[in-house]
């Protein structure tokens, strides 16, 4: 039983609270960041991560991460964890996404299909101060902006958006009721909605051009999304063998366990057999009634299959289920969690097991989370894993391809939505009192991105030379 005692006070000591913690960690002091003294080599640290990943799949993620100065931030989220440590903090704290980069957001559908935009990816998630996520966000657009070669001034208006608005959404939870807050999501009408006022509202000819191509990808991003689910996933990623459906295989990226013999010191027919007891144990973490939903499917298949950069390595398989016959499937995949690297910093999480972690994270930010989302061990000693669906109306903002119109618009929303997440679990009243009705704040983080994105093509420069010369070793275009 849950004993903790819980204080309720009143919305004017928690705003006065957060006015209080103005005081003692003025807004201006999240400007002027600075290596520090004996920063961990970051090629280390990446090393580090490797030692426990699968040594075949460990090259493939250097070769992804050297891709741009971007796609190695994207990986990255340890070493910026050893970097947030000695930055000023407020001492409002709220469960963290831990990894909070403009690319871990996006959409997916809802329990009743309404297409939601969030944050999406809670592999890192821990409680800790709200700082942490938002500079991890906003240094992200730096790196992003720069990195699409935009003019220094879009580069700072973009970073001062996702910024700002991450602070009047948290002003504006502020003065919502409890509930309300908690209800709170942006939905496909909402974005296409903003979309369209954007288009009505824009000045000049190059802008109204730039906010109806805004407009267009949203909506094709849309069209996209819904069209990526169980049955897509069927046609792309399986073949019909003897009256069945199999996965196919496209090694390194895809390999079946048919494949798998030895892999992981058993046999194939015991990686069939353990991912099957896994299963069984999964089922647990659920609701009953999504309990006896999963029990009318069957486990047709399994796969290692590889995902994003910094997950690159670590253990992640999909597997294919059958329902009522060959034409019902669902996909569902297993990712490994592991301790937040936020936690080499911060106190570790009141959760033992990593993959509820990541689960009992994922539901407190999220708007509304997958329903099969649960967790269980590994197959191995301390190895664990946490399930969802692999396929359901998921979809990702392509940044390379936008412009800066489309980017501060993109970056206008993802501060919206991590404002809300944060709102769910933190104090908005207090928060919101601390970040205040200027833009200090904004204007402080703004330069800790430009610093701290100065550092990332440092470090990616020395990224770059281990590679070539041989310490680390990288396969590309995979």
């Not at 070493?79 to 997916?108: E, K, W, Y």
């Not at 069209?227 to 390999?255: C, F, M, N, W």
């Amino acid at each position: 039983m849950d004993r903790r005692k819980v204080r309720h006070l009143a919305v004017e000591e928690r705003s006065a609270a957060g006015r209080d913690r103005r005081t003692r960690t003025p807004l201006a002091e999240h400007a002027g960041w600075r290596p520090a003294q004996g920063r961990p080599d970051p090629v280390a640290l990446i090393e580090e991560q490797n030692t426990t990943r699968d040594a075949d799949l460990v090259p493939v993620r250097h070769g992804r991460m050297l891709a741009s100065p971007f796609t190695f931030y994207r990986g990255t989220a340890a070493i910026m964890a050893a970097d947030l440590r000695d930055t000023p903090r407020s001492g409002l704290n709220t469960q963290l996404c831990g990894d909070a980069h403009l690319s871990n957001f996006g959409v997916f559908a809802s329990p009743e299909r309404t297409l939601l935009f969030d944050i999406n990816d809670f592999d890192e998630t821990l409680p800790g101060p709200f700082e942490y996520d938002v500079l991890r966000l906003a240094a992200s657009f730096t790196v992003a902006a720069r990195n699409n070669a935009f003019a220094s001034a879009d580069v700072q208006s973009i970073t001062l958006a996702s910024v700002s608005s991450y602070r009047e959404a948290m002003r504006g939870f502020a003065e919502m009721g409890t509930l309300e807050v908690w209800y709170a999501r942006l939905d496909e009408e909402d974005i296409m909605s903003a979309l369209a006022v954007a288009v009505d509202t824009s000045r000049g000819k190059e802008q109204k051009k730039a906010a109806k191509r805004a407009r267009r990808t949203a909506e094709k991003a849309a069209r996209k999304a819904r069209a990526r689910d169980s049955l897509q996933a069927l046609s792309k990623l399986t073949e019909h063998v003897e009256g069945r459906y199999r996965i196919i295989s496209t090694p390194p990226v895809l390999i079946p366990a048919r494949e798998f013999g030895g892999v992981f010191g058993i046999s194939a027919d015991q990686l069939q057999e353990t991912v099957h007891e896994q299963f069984r144990s999964y089922r647990q973490t659920l609701q009953e009634d999504r309990q006896q939903l999963l029990e009318r499917y069957e486990i047709v298949d399994v796969a290692r299959k590889v995902v994003g950069v910094g997950s690159v390595g670590t253990r992640a398989f999909i597997a294919l289920l059958q329902g009522r016959d060959a034409s019902d499937p669902l996909f569902l995949q297993l990712k490994e969690a592991r301790r937040s690297v936020l936690e080499g910093h911060l106190p570790r999480s009141a959760y033992r097991q990593p993959g509820k972690r990541v689960v009992q994270g994922q539901r407190m930010m999220q708007a509304a989370s997958d329903i099969f989302l649960g967790w269980t061990p590994g197959m191995q000693e301390n190895r664990f894993l946490y399930w969802r669906q692999l396929r359901d109306m998921k979809g990702s903002a392509v940044v390379e391809s936008m412009t800066p119109f489309g980017m501060e618009l993109y970056a206008r929303v993802c501060g919206w939505a991590l404002a809300r997440a944060h709102a769910r679990s933190g104090d908005p009243v207090a928060i919101g009192a601390y970040l205040g009705k200027s833009g200090k704040f904004d204007s402080a983080v703004c330069d800790f991105s430009a610093r701290y994105a100065d550092q990332n093509e440092r470090d990616f420069e020395a990224f770059e030379k281990a590679v070539r010369s041989g310490r680390l070793q990288a396969v590309e275009g995979v």
